[in-house]
Nanobody, 120 residues
């Protein structure tokens, strides 16, 4: 029902920047919100940032003032711009969406994940 295609991961030096993209296969009008999570080796998957269809955002304390989440309603894409990257930001980053209750299918979808590596 919903496919999420991620791109933009890679290797960056500490202090650098990277922008992740997640393109959805259907209109974001069908979604309540979209967001990014990450999971590092030996750690739980954690929320990085979320954005609602109304534009409201929330961020993990560890990335606030460094990361920015945004939506493109025409391209049905959510972005995560990451600045001042630190080695502790290295993880697999996952896109996800929460669908509206009226939409057929599961209420939650995940992307395949994209690797972000930060060298010191």
């Amino acid at each position: 029902q919903v496919q999420l295609v991620e791109s933009g991961g890679g290797l960056v030096q500490s202090g650098g920047f990277l922008r992740l993209s997640c393109a959805a296969s259907r209109s974001i009008l069908d979604f309540n919100d979209m967001g990014w999570y990450r999971q590092a080796p030996g750690k739980q998957r954690e929320l990085v940032a979320r954005i609602t269809s109304g534009g409201s955002t929330n961020y993990a304390d560890s990335v606030k003032d460094r990361f920015t989440i945004s939506l493109d309603n025409v391209k049905n894409t959510v972005y995560l711009q990451m600045s001042s990257l630190k080695p502790e930001d290295a993880a697999v980053y996952y896109c996800n969406v929460h669908t509206k209750p009226t939409m057929r299918g599961p209420p939650l979808y995940w992307g395949q994940g994209t690797q972000v590596t930060v060298s010191s």
